[in-house]
């Protein structure tokens, strides 16, 4: 199998935040990509709109982009969890478990990083063998698939970079039907003051609805989260 440790960390770093630091460093990804080969001729000529595109000196539009594009919708969302598990309880947890799988490996995530990042997550594969890091990236597939078509419906060049993943998953990146979902402004908005508790999200809208304490994470659990368990 075709090594793929530099493709990975490329990928990971063109799903990042756009900022100054990794658009120097664009020119030496493109070179990365080639080296390798673990792409495709097609793929790469894909992945290169996208690094021209990260490279426009237009770079207040490029950063507004990319916020705009992953931070203000669930289905475009690089939080893997968040196409699993929403806000549900199973998230914590979840988190956990793959903090711990990174941990094992001699990983370790530094201040303000989530473990279900998918920057992270590629971070992660890349230090796997390229076999095992296949395998990895099968497991999450699914979630990669419904991104893909996210992107794909909104006509981004970041699309190629997720279909870029899952070609290294052996799998084929293809347009799934969406979920109807709402943006995550109105997901988190608060209800109306003295309007009664939202009922959003509850098995029975308008009914008395059950109170459940819950012992508080602590600070250091709330922002740490592992990915076996990341398939629904």
Request: aromatic share 6%; proline share 7%.
């Amino acid at each position: 199998m075709k090594p793929m440790t530099l493709t990975l960390r490329v990928l990971a770093h063109l799903l990042s935040y756009p900022d100054a630091e990794l658009r120097e460093h664009l020119a030496e990804m493109r070179d990365a990509l080639r080296t390798e080969r673990a792409l495709s001729s097609g793929r790469l000529a894909e992945l290169d709109v996208l690094l021209d595109r990260l490279g426009s000196p237009r770079t207040l539009d490029t950063e507004a982009n990319y916020v705009e594009l992953f931070d203000r919708g669930r289905g475009t969302a690089l939080h893997l969890f968040e196409h699993v598990h929403g806000d549900s309880r199973d998230r914590g947890p979840a988190m956990i478990d793959l903090i711990k799988t990174y941990e094992e490996a001699g990983l370790y995530l530094g201040e303000g990083e989530l473990p279900d990042h998918l920057t992270v997550v590629l971070e992660y594969a890349s230090t796997q063998p390229p076999a095992q890091a296949a395998a990895f990236l099968r497991e999450i597939a699914h979630i990669l698939q419904v991104i893909f078509s996210a992107l794909l419906k909104r006509q981004s060049p970041y699309a190629s970079a997720v279909a870029a993943l899952l070609d290294l998953a052996g799998e084929k990146a293809q347009a799934v039907k969406l979920p109807d979902e709402p943006e995550l402004d109105e997901t988190w908005e608060e209800p109306p003051a003295f309007g009664g508790c939202s009922t959003q999200g509850q098995a029975a809208p308008n009914q008395p609805q059950p109170i459940q304490i819950m012992k508080r994470l602590s600070v250091q659990a709330a922002n740490a989260t592992p990915l076996p368990g990341a398939r629904a």
